[in-house]
């Protein structure tokens, strides 16, 4: 019940010995994720307390990796640091890295995910909440009480709509919740979780949000259309918001007609998507479609 991360999953923290990899850490550890280490060049050797558990600090990527197993790496350092950070974690080979910082550059964005893609990493982020599996892992900063483990699968571009819909829907459950953020140029897309959605035989109903800018939206719709057979419900952000500016993430600009939010719901509901108009709506829609999937599966 789960896609890129499960309870098998080791995580270092590049950045643990930082005020927001600290607190993070011990969200994630209380959580029950595996954490099996920070990274800190100028900490190598000591570790850092959480509770009733010492995290060892390693010297690099892979350094930790190698004495531990680790498969994941969330980051949580400065825009300027973001890049090497990434690099390092890709040259050394691990699987998935989760970029929580917000404010990276775009140009080195684009560097870092072009150069994960052709090494075989899974970058999610940057600008992200991360990714939680409920009841497994949580990998970033995603609340871990708002949701118990189910067979919803979850993708958004916007943190803070994540954790309403989770809160909405919190009696159904989820399988997996993917933050992917919402800058210009992202390492994992809709596309991709859908995809990996779609094949993950425990996730019985898919819920995408959007946000105004750019066409991501549009692009999953037509993948929906030729690849998506369980039934997906949606959500976008800013139908109120004025033409031409930058809303909240960096990716959310409106030009013209494109990038609207109406383009974007018209798009997905063309392909049998159902959009809410209100968090609160969608998640009436969600239980509705799951209502109406058991009551064909039964009849």
Known sequence: MAIYLTKESKVLVQGMTGGE???HTRRMLAAGTDVAGGVNPRKAGRSVDFDDRAVPVFGSVDDGMRSTGADVSVVFVPPAF?????????D??????VVITEGVPVHDSVAFT??????GTRIVGPNCPGLITPGQSNAGIIPADIAKPGR????SKSGTLTYQLMYELRDI????????????VVGTTHIDCL???QDDPDTELIVLIGEIGGDAEERAAAYIREHVTKPVVGYIAGFTAPE????????????GSSGTARAKREALEAVGVGVGGTPTETARLVLARLEAERDVTHS
């Open 195 to 197: 995809a990996a959605f």
């Open 114 to 119: 072009a150069y994960a893609r052709s090494r």
């Open 173 to 184: 459950g989820f399988s997996t919740c993917v933050g992917i953020g919402g800058d210009p």
């Open 244 to 255: 031409g500016r930058t809303m909240g993430h960096a990716g959310a600009i409106v030009s």
């Open 152 to 155: 919803i699968g979850l993708v």
């Open 82 to 90: 973001v890049r090497a950070a990434v690099v390092e974690a890709v």
């Open 92 to 97: 050394a080979g691990i699987g998935l890295v």
């Open 21 to 23: 990899g600290r607190k």
